[in-house]
């Protein structure tokens, strides 16, 4: 007997947005015909809202108890920052904190880095994750890409966000949504 095929679909924009887009139960995506294969038509089961990733707050922290505040200096005058200790060692952590529920969203960072030093680029002890709430709290993000080797350069991450992100405070921060790297 036939079974529907179920799948999970990533929408990506085009372009940055400025405002949130839905994307509507029912919406219809398919695969490409070929020569060999019929394509195969997937809807959606369910609505999704895709908001803007507006990046609020950036942080680090060796420990986990006292966080430095990097955005605002970054962004206001161009100064660089170190994500991690200079000789880093597990538990240094980057937080970035997000305006917007970014739950089920798939973002992409680009980072711009001086050349790092540290473990096998090809194997390094870098973890992303985000957070859940008080009950699941910090969660693996999948990667689907990584070119800067652990921020060992400069590069693009791609992460996808699971589905029950939920806001926080960190230090005196507050963002509805929170992505970390932490070592």
Avoid: Y
């Avoid at 060999?36 to 609020?56: Q, R």
């Avoid at 711009?112 to 957070?131: F, K, M």
Wanted: charged share 25%; aromatic share 8%; no cysteine.
């Amino acid at each position: 007997a036939r079974q529907a095929a179920v799948a999970e679909l990533t929408f990506m924009l085009s372009a940055p947005q400025q405002s949130p887009i839905r994307i509507p139960q029912g919406t219809e995506v398919a695969t490409v015909r070929t020569p060999d294969w019929e394509s195969v038509t997937f809807t959606s089961t369910e609505t999704l809202e895709l908001e803007p990733p507006n990046l609020t707050t950036m942080l680090t922290t060796a420990d986990g108890q006292r966080f430095t505040e990097r955005r605002d200096r970054l962004i206001g005058e161009g100064l660089a920052f170190d994500a991690f200790e200079h000789a880093p060692s597990p538990g240094n952590t980057w937080l970035l904190g997000f305006a917007g529920n970014l739950s089920r969203h798939f973002i992409r960072l680009r980072l711009q880095a001086d050349q790092g030093t540290g473990p096998n680029p090809e194997d390094t002890p870098l973890i992303w994750e985000a957070w859940l709430g008080e009950d699941l709290g910090w969660q693996t993000a999948e990667v689907e890409t990584d070119t800067t080797k652990g921020l060992l350069r400069s590069g693009v991450v791609e992460l996808h966000i699971p589905r029950t992100a939920a806001g926080a405070s960190w230090g005196d921060r507050r963002a509805r949504t929170w992505i970390r790297a932490r070592i």
